[in-house]
T-cell receptor, first 113, second 118 residues
């Protein structure tokens, strides 16, 4: 499985945008980029995913580099509730690919009031 | 719609005892997964059910762990006998089978069961 690299931790102020980077230099053409987050004392929660184009949903935006070797999860206005560990995960889409999620260490995001 | 539920939320047992964790997936979800995070480590996959069949059990650590999903609804994960290193948080997740393929599948996680083996 292709590997992802994320900073161990980041800090943000409330109401400001947050850009969480992820490097995946060995990504293959069949890999989707997924982001999950884990709030304190909860299970992981799906945030967003994409393949090549930038994606937006109600939670966040995902910006994917043109060569797909990196991506950035963007929280447009961080709230205290966004304090969590954010995981960038690659998933292959072809039939027979494993369904399991492979979690790395993720980025611990702290949001200051 | 109810999310994934897990029972119990916490369990404290002594080494050598047996513990059974239960997971109720979202109604209609054929895929059910077990993951766990042991102290200081990353979240690791344990196994995957499609309905009542084990699709992938490559993450099961040893034969002290037994997972079942009779009838393709809820699942249980039994640890017998429990060892100190089994302490951690056990997560269950479920997903629908979709035509979009694995790459676009979204897994919905439960809150986890916190297991402490003394």
């Amino acid at each position: 499985d292709a590997k992802t690299t994320q900073p161990n931790s980041m800090e943000s102020n409330e109401e400001e945008p947050v850009h969480l980077p992820c490097n995946h230099s060995t990504i293959s053409g069949t890999d989707y980029i997924h982001w999950y987050r884990q709030l304190p004392s909860q299970g992981p929660e799906y945030v967003i995913h994409g393949l090549t184009s930038n994606v937006n949903n109600r939670m966040a935006s995902l910006a994917i580099a043109e060569d797909r070797k990196s991506s950035t999860l963007i929280l447009h206005r961080a709230t205290l509730r966004d304090a969590a560990v954010y995981y960038c995960i690659l998933r292959q889409y072809y039939g027979g690919a494993t369904n399991k999620l492979i979690f790395g260490t993720g980025t611990l995001l702290a949001v200051q009031p | 719609e109810a999310g994934v539920t897990q029972f119990p939320s916490h369990s404290v047992i002594e080494k050598g005892q047996t513990v059974t964790l239960r997971c109720d997936p979202i109604s209609g979800h054929d895929n059910l997964y077990w993951y766990r995070r042991v102290m200081g480590k990353e979240i690791k996959f344990l196994l995957h059910f499609v309905k009542e069949s084990k699709q992938d059990e490559s993450g099961m650590p040893n034969n002290r762990f037994l997972a079942e999903r009779t009838g393709g609804t809820y699942s249980t994960l039994k640890v017998q006998p429990a060892e100190l290193e089994d302490s951690g948080v056990y997560f269950c997740a479920s997903s629908q089978d979709g035509l979009a393929g694995v790459g676009q599948e979204t897994q919905y996680f439960g809150p986890g069961t916190r297991l402490l083996v003394l």
